[in-house]
């Protein structure tokens, strides 16, 4: 079943229709009724929007460090009384927030909905995604890092469940398979999809430590916005650029790179020539892959008219008419005039994060969700790895991500990036090659682990 909506679907008012439903459910006292799991910079992002939206009531938000939540809360300008609720059962009852640790209770609850889970910590999401199942709640997914090594694995769990799971509206791969969906809606023949990003290849050994400096903010900036260094490492290294591409491969049905990513560098004009098959002078092995654009040239300096905040997707003019409208419409094409991009050049994280609520809360439809196993993000050593050494998973110090075709990862017996997570080694690996299995002691009861190999299993031998 697949969970992405098309633009085929949609009325002339439908723009308007969305609010309006929310806005009705609020005046009939039946808002769209959330738990949150997770409350850093994303679960903030959306707290700051949800609070204006009285369509969407936030019954309980749980995180490991409760304060630290309603510190977030008051940063996000909410006025005390609205998360002052002793329990879940009085939220509930009186349109309030309970702030809380208790994650079970949580989804365990039954006037939620829906579970938001956004702590970014795939093993610990694994659980909550799967526990929601099993209470016939619907999960919007904004830790992506799980969805890269088992959405596939939550789509099925979902639908066996008779209930909707979706990617967050807000973060890129939801975005990008918005374009992808509009453009299939349209006809047109997809060649590539895929996202920016700020990139040169001694990144790849970016570390906590050195990602102010490269990123382009002080750290006082960086305090100031509560950022986390470890977590925006990831997206520095490479690692999130290769679990966001997993995720718009997995929804959309589109290639990885057996290599890697590529990072060409380029503008928004320039993506039509470079996300073309090499055969015709791109970077593609061949139509119908993900690929990452970097906004820095090779001597590190910055690209006019970027797309590194945002999405694109690449589409071609297979006949000689469509061809001539390219042409007729004077928009920007590659050399040849067959190949033309579109894409959105901003996203804005958990602010959009309603937009999946409304979604899923009112449509019953995911904004986005993979429907197969096409992409892997394995774990790459970032250094030469010493037996004994325990791997602390992406944007940290042992190893980053790299995208790689889910078949070539199964078969090598890879370790996937989001698993990772404090596992020992018992065998040396060198920098630049991949973990496997046989180079790691992991536990294998976890629902995590057990969830990944029940997605192996599905890939052809």
Request: charged letters at 25%.
């Amino acid at each position: 079943r697949r969970h992405t909506r098309y633009i085929g679907d949609w009325s002339s008012d439908v723009c308007s229709s969305d609010l309006t439903l929310i806005a009705k459910r609020a005046e009939e006292g039946q808002p769209i009724r959330i738990g949150m799991i997770g409350a850093g910079k994303f679960g903030t992002m959306f707290l700051a929007q949800a609070e204006r939206q009285r369509g969407i009531h936030i019954i309980g938000i749980c995180d490991l460090n409760p304060e630290a939540t309603r510190s977030n809360l008051a940063l996000a300008n909410w006025n005390l009384e609205r998360y002052a609720a002793k329990s879940l059962d009085a939220a509930a009852k009186n349109g309030t927030t309970h702030v809380g640790d208790n994650w079970e209770a949580l989804v365990n609850h039954p006037a939620v909905e829906i579970i938001i889970e956004c702590t970014g910590n795939p093993m610990a999401a694994v659980t909550h995604i799967l526990r929601a199942f099993d209470q016939g709640k619907h999960v919007i997914n904004a830790t992506v890092e799980a969805d890269a090594f088992c959405g596939p694995g939550f789509s099925i769990k979902a639908h066996e469940a008779g209930v909707i799971y979706s990617m967050a509206y807000g973060d890129q791969p939801a975005l990008a398979a918005d374009l992808v969906d509009w453009a299939r809606a349209c006809g047109f023949s997809v060649v590539a999809a895929g996202r920016g990003h700020k990139w040169l290849p001694h990144f790849r050994q970016s570390t906590p430590d050195t990602v102010w400096d490269h990123w382009g903010l002080t750290a006082e900036q960086a305090e100031r916005g509560r950022l986390n260094p470890k977590m925006f490492n990831a997206f520095l290294d490479g690692s999130k650029p290769a679990i966001e591409s997993a995720a718009i491969a997995n929804c959309c049905g589109l290639d990885a790179p057996e290599d890697g990513l590529v990072f060409p560098p380029g503008s928004i004009d320039d993506v039509p020539t470079l996300a073309r098959p090499r055969s015709e002078g791109g970077v593609l092995d061949h139509k119908g892959m993900v690929e990452v654009i970097s906004c820095l040239r090779e001597d590190g300096t910055q690209i006019d008219h970027d797309i590194r905040k945002g999405v694109w997707v690449c589409f071609e003019a297979d006949t000689e008419y469509l061809k001539n409208c390219f042409e007729e419409y004077k928009v920007v094409t590659d050399p040849s005039g067959r190949y033309m991009v579109n894409y959105k050049r901003w996203h804005l994280i958990g602010l959009e994060l309603p937009y999946s609520v409304a979604s899923v809360g009112i449509r019953g439809e995911a904004t986005g969700a993979a429907t197969e196993f096409r992409a892997d993000v394995v774990a790459v050593a970032k250094r030469d790895l010493s037996a004994g050494e325990l791997l602390d998973g992406e944007g940290g110090y042992t190893v980053s991500g790299g995208l790689r075709p889910a078949l070539l990862s199964v078969r090598n017996g890879y370790v996937p990036l989001g698993l990772a997570h404090q596992v020992k080694l018992i065998r040396s690996v060198v920098k630049d090659q991949a973990v496997s299995w046989d180079d790691i002691e992991i536990d294998p009861t976890t629902s995590a682990y057990r969830l990944r190999k029940e997605v192996e299993a599905g890939v052809a031998p």
